[in-house]
């Protein structure tokens, strides 16, 4: 697919907006570089970004007499971008606020294009990726096998959970055990809830604690109504379903990390209907599909597309039924889908 060609207009607005984000950047470091000059600061210290506020971030206390405790922090200058879940070092003033002074290692960082098309991180230090299904709007194999070739691309763990379990009937339990059961297989883990029963919410609760997780899934599936109960008193803005196409309407646009009183974190991410992936490489998407990484290496020709060519081990593997039909046709839609957006 070709990229469009700006207009005069469009490409000076772009300019414009480049030059205005850049002269706040440079503001925000001369800003923080004059309170570090000052002798209003205390002593650094560990902190967690919980959210991002344009120039600042709100960064929570890791040790006393802070622990706990929220602070907005300017930033000092050449830090690189935080996002929610980023550890940091940080000196509080000693009057009102703050300065981040470093930041600390991440252990992933979980990222997705802007509308410029941009791989932006959005979250970090993230030990599982929750990928939200339910009934209504139902799920698509398609969908789920995107989200799991993101998170493999990562190296954050997958997990699905099926929301909205009492939904299941006689007309659509076969089609679900067989999508679930696909997944099941390959050794992914699936939890299964309700809201309006509290069926499956117990292991819900003893799977989050101690880690820190991000809910992904289309708009509709429940997402926000599951943070709710997670997060009683948070009041997440619940999207309604549409009736006529089974599709929900985005509600959350800050990425901010909550804290579960049963234990554990989540970082609650904008709701996206569809997972970029045009940004890896064709190597990535094939490691994506955990089944075929013990067949990679060893086609015939060293460019094999695995489509057609004799000799492909993934083509034999699939003849062998080591790799499902569908997940394979999946594989194929989404390099489609990549190649077209390159």
């Known amino acids: ?113 802007d509308i410029h098309g941009r791989l932006r991180p959005v979250a970090a230090n993230i030990d599982h990726i929750v990928i939200v299904i339910a009934t209504e709007p139902l799920a698509h194999a398609n969908l789920i096998d995107r989200y799991l070739v993101a998170a493999e691309t990562v190296g954050i763990q997958p997990v699905i959970l099926l929301n909205k379990t009492d939904l299941i009937n006689d007309s659509n339990r076969d089609e679900l055990e067989e999508l679930l059961s ?56 619940v999207g309604e379903l549409s009736t006529k196409r089974k599709k929900g309407t985005h509600t959350t646009t800050t990425a901010r990390l909550f804290h579960i009183p049963q234990g554990g974190d989540l970082i609650d991410s904008p709701g996206i209907r569809e997972f970029g992936l045009w940004h890896i490489s064709e190597d990535q998407l094939l490691n994506g599909f955990i089944e075929f990484k013990d067949h990679l290496g060893y086609c015939r020709f060293r460019d094999c597309s695995h489509e057609k060519e004799p000799g492909c081990a993934i083509l034999e593997a699939l003849e062998q039924n080591k790799i499902s039909q569908k997940r394979f046709k999946s594989y194929l839609r989404i390099k489609q889908s990549i190649l077209e957006n390159t």
């Open 1 to 113: 697919m070709s990229k469009r060609k700006l207009t005069k207009h469009q490409a000076w607005r772009i300019e414009k907006i480049h030059k205005e984000r850049s002269e706040r950047v440079l503001k925000r470091s001369e800003r923080a570089e004059e309170v570090l000059q000052s002798s209003d600061l205390g002593a650094e210290t560990e902190g967690l970004v919980i959210s991002h506020f344009g120039t600042q971030v709100e960064v929570e206390g890791l040790t006393e007499p802070y622990k706990g405790l929220s602070t907005k922090c300017n930033l000092r200058a050449n830090l690189g971008q935080l996002v929610t879940g980023d550890r940091v070092v940080w000196r509080p003033q000693k009057s009102e606020g703050g300065v981040v002074v470093a930041t600390l290692d991440r252990s992933s960082s979980l990222s997705r294009p």
């Open 182 to 237: 696909t997944y099941q297989d390959l050794g992914y883990d699936v939890i299964r809830t309700s809201i309006q029963n509290q069926n499956g919410m117990d292991s819900l609760y003893s799977f989050l604690k101690q880690k820190t997780s991000v809910f992904v899934g289309q708009s509709g599936v429940g997402k926000s109504s599951l943070i709710n109960k997670l997060l009683p008193g948070i009041d997440i803005a």
